[in-house]
């Protein structure tokens, strides 16, 4: 499946993951069984670019992680399917939403805890890949533990575990 994957970066530097956080989630798409291609815009930011948007986003004014934007509400384990009326008919790809990714928040947090970069910024685009598929974790309960385990068997297979 031909998935189109737009990344941004406002970074200073240039950021080496691309093709890690292209990989993480087409295969967070197809482990959710999405039958049609897809676009995710993705922007890669710092804490103070991540801060600015929750703010005006969501009125949380303080940095976070990732943030997830979805265009459709879909619900869990319940993926967009090839007959979607969404898809534009342009393109022939189905807008799924924005992300936006701290790479400063990913280094910080690799090191927190305890392992690689690239484990942190797979886990994070496969959260918010589940996010854009109706996902959420806002309870402590049956929501948060399916959402946990669809984000354990996308890392298993890309083989980004902890």
Not at 14 to 34: H, K, M, N, Q, R
Not at 93 to 115: C, F, N, T, W
Not at 123 to 128: E, G, I, N, P, Q
């Amino acid at each position: 499946m031909k998935h189109e994957i737009i990344l941004e970066s406002e970074l200073e530097q240039e950021f080496p993951y691309t093709d890690l956080l292209a990989s993480c989630i087409t295969a967070a798409l197809a482990e959710e069984g999405v039958d049609v291609p897809c676009e995710i815009n993705v922007l890669i930011t710092d804490d103070e670019g991540i801060h600015q948007i929750n703010l005006e986003q969501r009125g949380v004014d303080r940095p976070t992680d990732v943030l997830s934007f979805p265009m459709f509400y879909f619900r869990p384990g319940k993926p967009p399917k090839g007959d979607s009326l969404d898809v534009d008919p342009e393109t022939g790809l189905l807008p799924l939403g924005d992300m936006v990714l701290s790479y400063e928040r990913a280094i910080a947090q690799a090191k927190e805890y305890g392992h690689s970069v690239q484990r942190e910024l797979g886990y994070l685009a496969v959260h918010s890949v589940l996010h854009l598929l109706g996902y959420d974790h806002m309870d402590e309960g049956e929501e948060k533990r399916q959402m946990r385990a669809r984000e354990e068997a996308v890392m298993g297979k890309l083989l980004l575990e902890r």
